[in-house]
C-alpha cells in the first residue's frame, strides 16, 4: 500500500519561505500528476499546484510567482518552494499523488502557518 509523508511544515513570517517536502513509499506505481493542495479553517481544501509527469506546472492564481512546484518521478517525490508567504497562506497542506492507473493517494498533511 502506498504512503505518502509530507514535511516541511512550520511557523513562519509575512514574506518568509519554506519548503515543503512529499515522499512516496510502499509501491511501485507509475505517476500520473502530483500535486499539493492546501485547506484554511472552515475552508474547502483547493488545488495549490500540480505537475505531470511530462513536467507539466499548473498553479492556484493566489501563488502564482511565490511558489514552484518540482517533483522526481524516479525517486516518487514531490517538493512545494513557497517564497514571500503571507498570513493567507496558512493551511494545512496536502500532497496528493494520482497514478496512471486511476488511484490516487494522500498525505496525512503539515501545518504551514504564516504571522503578520
Known amino acids: 500500500q502506498v504512503q505518502l509523508m509530507e514535511s516541511g511544515g512550520g511557523l513562519v513570517q509575512a514574506g518568509g519561505s519554506l519548503r515543503l517536502s512529499c515522499a512516496a513509499s510502499?509501491?511501485?506505481?507509475?505517476?500520473?500528476?502530483m500535486g499539493w493542495y492546501r485547506q484554511a479553517p472552515g475552508k474547502q481544501r483547493e488545488l495549490v499546484a500540480s505537475i505531470t509527469a511530462g513536467r507539466n506546472t499548473a498553479y492556484a492564481d493566489s501563488v502564482k510567482g511565490r511558489f514552484t512546484i518540482s517533483g522526481d518521478n524516479a525517486k516518487k517525490m514531490v517538493y512545494l518552494q513557497m517564497n514571500n508567504l503571507e498570513p493567507e497562506d496558512t493551511a494545512v497542506y496536502y500532497c496528493?499523488?494520482?497514478?496512471?492507473?486511476?488511484?490516487?493517494?494522500w498525505g496525512q498533511g503539515t501545518q504551514v502557518t504564516v504571522s503578520s
Open positions: 510502499g509501491g511501485i506505481l507509475s505517476i500520473s500528476t
Open positions: 496528493n499523488i494520482l497514478w496512471r492507473s486511476g488511484s490516487s493517494s
